[in-house]
């Protein structure tokens, strides 16, 4: 009898703790699941941004069902996050000025030219923070029909830019091509755990 019980409190004691499960990268928590827009979403991957010798930020991709190559990523319906912890204090231009450069790499000049107005939207809002401290929670959101959402410590932030188009040139930046690190692009593709 007490080894049906042990057995039982294992089985129950490993349920608990599967669903309680987190994936860490530098000291930086994401969880395995999280609700989005009423959408439950899981971790595709995450990893650390870095430059040089310097941990820059954190970083974990959320969607509604994993997807191990870019091209699944991109045509993924539903919604879908970003999530971004800064290792470091950080300002907005230096963000805006990784944003441009990431769209700039990954996008020829006619489809960036298109994103034009868009992106000086994201960047407005972006520049409208001064800057991000150490460990600030910080989301790039794709909402269905409504838009890209940017969230800082839970706080919506600027306008909603609306198109999926522009939430796709967004995730090129960590995905494209010509990604801001290829370790980082596998990472949240969850090919290097």
Do not use: C
Not at 34 to 43: G, I, R, S, T, V
Not at 95 to 107: E, Q, R
């Amino acid at each position: 009898m007490n080894m049906k019980f042990f057995m039982a409190a294992l089985a129950a004691l490993t349920l608990f703790t599967g669903s309680a499960r987190a994936t860490e990268v530098a000291g930086v928590k994401f969880e395995e699941r999280l609700k989005l827009d009423q959408q439950e979403l899981a971790l595709n991957g995450a990893g650390l941004r870095s430059k040089v010798f310097f941990k820059v930020y954190a970083v974990g991709l959320y969607l509604p069902a994993k997807a191990g190559e870019v091209e699944g990523v991109l045509a993924a319906k539903g919604a879908k996050r970003l999530a971004i912890v800064p290792l470091m204090e950080l300002t907005a231009q230096q963000f805006v000025d990784a944003l441009s450069g990431g769209i700039a790499k990954n996008h020829s000049e006619a489809e960036t030219a298109e994103l034009k107005d868009r992106i000086q939207t994201f960047e407005a809002n972006l520049l409208g923070l001064g800057k991000a401290a150490k460990g600030t929670p910080i989301t790039l959101d794709w909402i269905p029909e409504q838009g890209t959402r940017l969230t800082v410590a839970g706080q919506p932030q600027g306008k909603v830019i609306p198109g999926e188009d522009f939430y796709k040139a967004l995730l090129r930046i960590w995905l494209g091509n010509k990604p801001a690190q290829g370790d980082l692009k596998d990472a949240l593709l969850g090919k290097a755990q």
